[in-house]
C-alpha cells in the first residue's frame, strides 16, 4: 500500500518555465511533508519542507502547497533551470516521527 | 562542515554472507536513520537511532539490523544476504529529536551475487 504517490514519474519543462511536480498521500496522520532533489550516485538533497499547519511554503525559486482536504501538496519551480534537471521525491512523516515515507520520484528534466 | 559519510561506497556479495555499512552522521547530528533505495521499491525505512537506541523501525526482517555508538556513529548489518537485498543503502542525520529535514550520504551500492 503506497501511503506516498507520485503518479507522474517524468516531466519535461522549458527553461524559464514553471514546473509543477504533484505528490498525493493516503495516510491522514501524516503532518510534515518535505520535498528532496536526487542526482544520479547522490543522496537525496532538502529542498523544501511544510507543516500540515500551513498551505503554503516559499523558498526561492521553490514554493511548497498543501491542500489537506484533498491530501495533496505541489512543488513549483519558478523560473525552471537546467540545473534543475533530476529526480524529486516528495516525503511525509508523522506525529514528530523521524521515519520519513517516500513517494517513487518524479524524473523533472528541464530542457535549455 | 562535513557532511554525512558512508562506507564502503560499493561492495559486492554473494547470497547467504552477511554485510555490515558504516554511517558518520554530520558533527553534532545525534539522530541516524537508514534507508533502501531499489528500483522496484524505492526509498524506504529502515530504521532509526538516537542516543544509541533504535526509535522507529521500518517493515523489513529481523535480517536487517543496526547500531549507534556514543559518538552517533551507527552501522546496519544485514545477514544471510538475498538477490533482493541489492540495493543503494542511504544513511541520513538530522540533529535531533523533532521532525526535521534529513541529510543524506551519498549511499553503499551492495550488490548481491
Known amino acids: 500500500d503506497q501511503q506516498v504517490k507520485q503518479n507522474s514519474p517524468s516531466l519535461s519543462v522549458q527553461e524559464g518555465r514553471i514546473s509543477i511536480l504533484n505528490c498525493d498521500y493516503t495516510?491522514?496522520?501524516?503532518?510534515?511533508f518535505l520535498w528532496y532533489k536526487k542526482y544520479p550516485a547522490e543522496g537525496p538533497t532538502f529542498l523544501i519542507s511544510?507543516?500540515?499547519?500551513?498551505d503554503k511554503n516559499e523558498d526561492g525559486r521553490f514554493t511548497v502547497f498543501l491542500n489537506k482536504s484533498a491530501k495533496h501538496l505541489s512543488l513549483h519551480i519558478v523560473p525552471s533551470q537546467p540545473g534543475d534537471s533530476a529526480v524529486y521525491f516528495c516525503?511525509?512523516?508523522?506525529?514528530?516521527?523521524?521515519?520519513?515515507?517516500f513517494g517513487s520520484g518524479t524524473r523533472l528534466q528541464v530542457q535549455p | 562542515k562535513a557532511g554525512v559519510t558512508q562506507t564502503p561506497r560499493y561492495l559486492i556479495k554473494t547470497r547467504g554472507q552477511q554485510v555490515t555499512l558504516s554511517c558518520s552522521p554530520i558533527?553534532?547530528?545525534?539522530?541516524v536513520s537508514w534507508y533502501q533505495q531499489t528500483p522496484g521499491q524505492g526509498l524506504q525505512f529502515l530504521f532509526e537511532?538516537?542516543?544509541?537506541?533504535?526509535?522507529n523501525k521500518g517493515n523489513f526482517p529481523g535480517r536487517f539490523s543496526g547500531r549507534q555508538f556514543s559518538n552517533s556513529r551507527s552501522e546496519m548489518n544485514v545477514s544471510t544476504l538475498e538477490l533482493g537485498d541489492s540495493a543503494l543503502y542511504l544513511c541520513?542525520?538530522?540533529?535531533?529529536?523533532?521532525?526535521?529535514?534529513?541529510?543524506f550520504g551519498e549511499g553503499s551500492r551492495l550488490t548481491v551475487l
Open positions: 558533527s553534532g547530528h545525534r539522530s
Open positions: 516525503a511525509a512523516s508523522a506525529m514528530g516521527r523521524r521515519a520519513l515515507t
Open positions: 541520513a542525520s538530522t540533529p535531533g529529536q523533532g521532525t526535521g529535514e534529513l541529510f
Open positions: 511544510i507543516s500540515s499547519i500551513k
Open positions: 537511532y538516537f542516543s544509541e537506541t533504535q526509535r
Open positions: 495516510n491522514s496522520m501524516f503532518d510534515y
